[in-house]
């Protein structure tokens, strides 16, 4: 595996709230691990894990990142973890914006990772009244990003 590849893997690690992330490229497996803090008390087994008050907050600020459920609407989500794009390149304009009418199979923005990248797609015909995501923000599988409505 190349070693710019392995950077990406540790940007995309840093850039969001995952704690590892496993990659099997061609016969070749890498894992890219947080470092785990040893200053948290440990629970016993069958009990919950001690919220500490170093605790609460790393707990508070990693469901703030979290995209809100939107209420109404055609919900289209990532496919994969990634990093979002929302043009074709920087210097182009995004594929979509609030208020673009767009038909089922429109790409909406891309989902990259490593040399894997994913078009988003309208998976309905209307118009685009929510983007929740910003361009090279790190998503997650199944995070919302647009609401077409």
């Given at each position: 595996m190349e070693i710019r590849k392995i950077r990406e893997l540790i940007?995309?690690?840093e850039a969001s709230d995952l704690a590892e992330v496993e990659v099997t490229l061609k016969g070749c497996a890498i894992r890219v691990a947080r470092e785990r803090?040893?200053?948290?008390?440990?629970?016993?087994?069958?009990?919950?894990p001690p919220q500490t008050p170093a605790a609460v907050p790393a707990i508070a600020a990693a469901a703030s990142n979290s995209a809100p459920e939107p209420n109404s609407g055609y919900?289209?989500?990532?496919?994969m973890v990634g990093t979002t794009w929302l043009s074709q390149n920087p210097d182009a304009p995004a594929f979509v914006?609030?208020?673009t009418s767009v038909k089922r199979g429109d790409?909406?923005?891309?989902?990259?990772?490593?040399?894997?990248?994913?078009?988003?797609?309208?998976?309905v015909s209307g118009t685009v009244t929510d983007v929740l995501v910003a361009n090279g923000q790190p998503v997650e599988f199944d995070q919302p990003m647009f609401v077409i409505g």
């Open positions: 940007r995309l690690l803090s040893n200053s948290l008390p440990q629970s016993r087994p069958g009990e919950n919900v289209v989500r990532s496919s914006a609030v208020g790409t909406l923005g891309v989902v990259a990772t490593l040399s894997t990248s994913n078009r988003i797609e309208a998976g």
